[in-house]
């Protein structure tokens, strides 16, 4: 196929109007900002009140001991002020309200990453896992004393020999029926549980997920409640052990340690039995025939935590990018176009680049951040809960949060360099912040094998669609779509195909329209799947070890897939964000970001898109001269566009975004300007040489 089947000609017309800065544009900030507030606006302005509390805030310096017991204070702080139970039961005195119980969890991350992270422990993954796999049974005897934090406790499912793997873990639950119990075991090392967090300190119980298997038959991983240390002594119970992780790379405010059992019995009833049940006599039953589907059922659990990464991921971006972007709006370096006055940093060409296309980024990580949560309270409300619904939140949760915690990692790495040395003082949170969230690359599934997952639903989706198909019509199928509906979970429908593969292309195409930039961006999803479908075509066919090593082969390209997929997830929701501006000049100047986002996508993989034909050399050229006059347009509104993320001094505890700089570039204008009329500046050396040449 060649260059779009259609030529681009450089002047073709915009979606916008024109491609000079407008003076007269203007952005209504707190109209975006609430709309960047999203569904959940009157919780996130609670929370944000709530983490502006110094009590709250990380003391950089602690030891890892110190900084533990300061955020296991922090956890009763919430408690008291009742910020723990937005997701829990109303007879248990919660809210139900989960889209807001995620939105006020992430906005902690302003505070400190380790009091997200282990009130996340607490009452998103521990009190989540007895809440959506226990029964009332459990409901009742349990939840109450996670809520109040009379039961710190631990979700114990990653293994030493198998992170990721959840299905092979080695930990069993083999019941006993002469005594109606399960004897909980780690039979070797690299069955131990670890990094759990509360594990080495706080935990009094956990969550502990085994192989459950009972009169012979293993019917694979189940959660049990198992008691772990004595609340008074806070000594392991017979047959728990435990380690302590020690000091981490970031997030040492968590106790996150070791476990392992030695044949510890639980009652039978400790048996988180919502999917699965034995009866007394060793009877297994579960409501789910499939042991697969029965077992994503009960990992579904891990998936709250997988959002809030993602929006705690955009929260740190957004702060990072604040800081940033004021100090480069004060900052002033080099003489380049005035003899007395020096440069804002801002101003430079490649200081735009750095920060504006990242600022771009974090709007499009912001936008798909906020549909994902609606999807999220949609599943675990009820009202929009069938087996297509959590598949659908499952794989938009995969493709989503790695892009934003890679992405979050690269932002603050950037803006850390961007302000110099300043930008690695730990007063200015860089530094603290990219270690504390160095990790969420890596927990709660790691990045890559979430992708994975991803793309596996998307040849799920080929395989059904388009078995047929070729890929020349495979791309008109992603040019034919109206709107992204088709891409929120997987390829479309092939119905949408056979409306849309007779739409008339549209003759001429700037880069920065829109329908060109979601041609772009689709038609690299959908070939790049096609070509690995077609590279895989018969493998299910083969001996097991063959096929294995044939996916391998591709299995790079496959994730390579997912993650363009991810990115046309976050162009879309940009994208259908803007429809929602009123205020002109806002969504003006909104849709120059998102083009700009659009467009670093395109120029990301200029490579892919030059080697399969879809655009030529010349049109490949253009695309950093389009980026460069949308960074001119841009630029007079950069400190608008970070005011409406809505973090104040107390959120962002940057001395460099006090506006103490642009005190300090004052103070020295103002000096050496009095020096200059005074006369008693001395002259410069090439001044002196030039009179004396003159002479």
Excluded at 186 to 201: E, Q, R, S
Excluded at 620 to 632: A, D, K, M, Q, S
Aim: aromatic share 8%; hydrophobic share 40%.
């Amino acid at each position: 196929m060649t260059e779009l089947d259609f030529e681009l000609p450089d002047a073709a017309p915009s979606t916008d109007s024109g491609d000079d800065a407008d003076d007269s544009v203007r952005i209504d900030v707190a109209a975006l900002a609430e709309q960047l507030l999203g569904p959940w606006a009157a919780t996130r302005h609670e929370a944000r009140e709530l983490a502006g509390h110094p009590e709250l805030h990380k003391i950089e310096g602690l030891t890892h001991h110190e900084h533990r017991e300061r955020v296991f204070g922090q956890l009763k702080y919430l408690v008291d002020h009742k910020a723990v139970h937005r997701a829990y039961p109303r007879e248990h005195g919660g809210y139900e309200d989960h889209g807001a119980n995620i939105a006020g969890f992430e906005e902690l991350v302003a505070a400190d990453p380790s009091l997200q992270i282990k009130a996340g422990v607490q009452w998103g993954l521990f009190g989540a896992a007895v809440l959506h796999l226990g029964t009332e049974e459990h409901h009742a005897k349990w939840l109450p004393g996670i809520m109040s934090l009379d039961i710190p406790g631990c979700f114990a499912m990653t293994e030493i020999g198998h992170g990721s793997d959840v299905a092979s873990i080695a930990t069993t639950a083999t019941y006993d029926p002469k005594a109606e119990e399960f004897i909980i075991h780690t039979p070797f090392k690299a069955a131990w549980k670890d990094y759990i967090g509360n594990a080495a300190k706080d935990g009094l119980a956990a969550v502990v997920f085994a192989q459950l298997i009972t009169k012979g038959v293993n019917h694979g991983v189940h959660a049990f409640f198992v008691p772990l240390r004595d609340a008074e002594t806070h000594e392991f119970l017979p047959g728990v052990g435990g380690e302590d992780d020690g000091i981490k790379g970031g997030l040492n405010g968590i106790d996150n340690g070791r476990l392992h059992f030695d044949n510890v019995r639980v009652p039978r009833t400790n048996l988180l039995n919502r999917y699965g049940s034995v009866a007394t006599d060793g009877t297994y039953s579960s409501p789910i025939a499939s042991p697969g589907r029965r077992f994503f059922t009960m990992l579904g659990t891990l998936v709250q935590g997988r959002v809030s990464l993602d929006g705690a991921a955009t929260v740190a971006s957004k702060l990072a990018l604040t800081v940033a972007l004021r100090y480069a709006a004060e900052r002033r370096q080099f003489n380049a176009s005035s003899e007395v006055a020096e440069e804002v940093l801002l101003d430079y060409q490649r200081h735009q680049r750095r920060l504006l296309p990242r600022l771009a980024t974090t709007y499009a990580m912001s936008f798909a951040h906020e549909q994902l949560l609606e999807k999220f309270d949609g599943v675990f409300s009820g009202r929009s809960d069938t087996d297509k619904d959590r598949q659908d939140l499952e794989t938009l949760a995969a493709a989503l949060k790695p892009l934003s915690t890679w992405n979050a990692l690269d932002i603050l790495q950037e803006c850390r360099e961007a302000c110099g040395g300043s930008g690695f003082l730990i007063e200015n949170r860089f530094a603290s912040l990219r270690a504390d969230l160095d990790v969420y690359a890596t927990f709660e599934g790691d990045n890559n094998v979430l992708l994975q997952l991803v793309a596996k639903r998307l040849l799920n989706d080929y395989a059904k669609e388009f078995r047929t198909v070729s890929i020349g019509a495979l791309a008109k199928f992603a040019l034919g779509q109206a709107t992204g509906v088709a891409y929120k979970t997987g390829l479309g429908a092939v119905a949408q195909f056979v409306r849309d593969s007779g739409r008339a292309q549209r003759a001429a195409l700037a880069l920065r329209d829109e329908d060109t930039q979601r041609f772009l961006l689709a038609d690299r999803v959908q070939t790049m799947v096609a070509e690995v479908a077609q590279a895989l075509h018969g493998a299910n066919r083969l001996p097991q070890a063959e096929a294995a090593a044939r996916f391998n082969a591709h299995q790079n390209e496959l994730i390579e897939a997912a993650r363009a997929h991810g990115e046309l997830l976050q162009w879309e929701a940009f994208t259908e964000a803007l429809a929602e501006i009123a205020d002109p000049g806002t969504r003006k100047v909104l849709t120059w970001l998102r083009d700009l986002f659009g467009l670093s996508l395109v120029e990301k993989h200029l490579a892919w898109y030059l080697m399969n034909g879809r655009l030529s050399m010349q049109r490949g050229r253009t695309v950093g001269e389009y980026i460069n006059r949308l960074l001119t347009k841009l630029r007079p509104h950069a400190l608008d566009l970070v005011a409406a993320f809505g973090y104040g001094p107390e959120h962002l505890r940057a001395s460099i975004a006090t506006g103490e700089e642009a005190q300090r570039q004052a103070e020295a204008a103002a000096y050496f300007e009095a020096q200059r009329a005074s006369g008693a500046a001395p002259r410069l050396e090439k001044h002196t040489k030039t009179s004396e040449r003159k002479s």
